[in-house]
């Protein structure tokens, strides 16, 4: 056994939240692809049977209210709260992350403009030129919905960009390709000194480290839940309004289900009190209480624990690395320091489809970002030391035998 090995024995030996793993359903491969597609919660499968045979199979149209489904979007979003650092009561789940994009965008338009402090008024919306291409989707749509002009910049060119015209910021919190936290806190009061709104997408970060959305301030936020929450694929998205702007979401999506009388199916909109004004239509309830039964693999897991062995886990996959594969063979595009770092270590290859491929007939699982990276996942509650020690070595493995075959070695 290698001195990294038995080094990794020894860590999940120690590891507090080594335990969790057999709440989940897993096999022997080591799964660093949870930055795509969480696990299944082993408890999952039977809840859901649950909804099908007997709250959709035998009660029916009563589940509604007899099982609860007209309440989950909110009791789901109290659930996913405490992981994101929000109270109860500023979270809802329901529709997609682009279709939250949406709502909160134009939202936070409407809302810079009822406060304007600026010259000439807010006419221009910020967003992350790195940001997932569907987020940069969305916010041209919704400028051109808003008659705003869109500036595409980094997150480190957004305090200099910032002016008076600026009516919202879209920035994401961990960079998906190169798993770069940027700075929330400090961001999100730049945009808050000229009097703008700050949207925040969590999909890379919610789940894996603490967010702080209402120590810091945070405007509006949204998620997907499919990731680092386990919830399933294609599991519904949640919503962040703070408690204090709650009165003036003014959603550019009104639906019934949104409605202050969602049964009184009267002409004339009136928005629902609270976090609920952010709902549309009729919740997946399939899907929604999949999700809310994944969360419960979350009982008493603090989300302090799960930053601490993240970074304990990508440091020691990105030491193994450096010790099992040659020199110059791969590079790192994950921020060394801790304070940039999310739960996830990318890594620059030229053939790195090819090697994703072998990687994951290995047994490894992580997956392929165009044009040359390698990206795996770091998910606490699942993965141990063991996992980051033999990913590390296959991967030195795969790389020797590609580079082989290109030379005419193989």
Known sequence: MSDLAARA????????????????????AVYLDGNSLGALPANVPDRVADVVRRQWGELRIRSWEESGWWSAPERTGDR???????????????????????????????????????????????VDVTTFPTDGYIARSAARMTDCVLRPVTPDE???????????????????RTGRLHDLPSLTA????????AVWDLCHSAGALPVGLD??????????TYKYLNGGPGAPAYLYVRRELQERFDSPLPGWNSHADPFGMREEYEPAKGAPRGRVGTPDILSLLALEAALDVWDGVPIEAVRAKSLALTDFFLECVDAYVPAG?????????????????????????????????????GDFRHPDVLRFGFTPLYVGFADVERAARVLAEVLAEVTGEVRGEA
């Open 9 to 28: 024995e020894r860590l999940d030996a120690a590891d507090g939240l080594a335990g969790v793993r057999e709440r989940f359903v897993l096999d022997e």
């Open 80 to 126: 996913i709260a405490p992981l994101v650092g929000a109270a109860p009561g500023q979270v809802v789940v329901g529709d997609s992350t682009s279709v939250n994009v949406f709502k909160a965008l134009v939202a936070a338009v409407r809302m810079a403009r009822e406060t304007e402090h600026g010259d000439g008024g807010r006419d221009e919306i910020l």
């Open 158 to 176: 957004v305090p200099g960009a910032l002016t008076g015209r600026t009516a919202a910021v879209l920035l994401n919190h961990v960079d998906y």
């Open 190 to 197: 730049a945009v808050h000194a000229v009097g703008a709104y």
């Open 215 to 224: 120590e810091h301030g945070v405007d509006l936020a949204v998620g997907c």
């Open 329 to 365: 063979r791969v590079q790192n595009v994950t921020p060394v320091p801790h304070e940039q770092r999310g739960s996830q270590v990318a890594l620059r290859c030229p053939d790195a489809g090819a090697v994703m491929e072998r990687l994951i007939e290995r047994g490894v699982v």
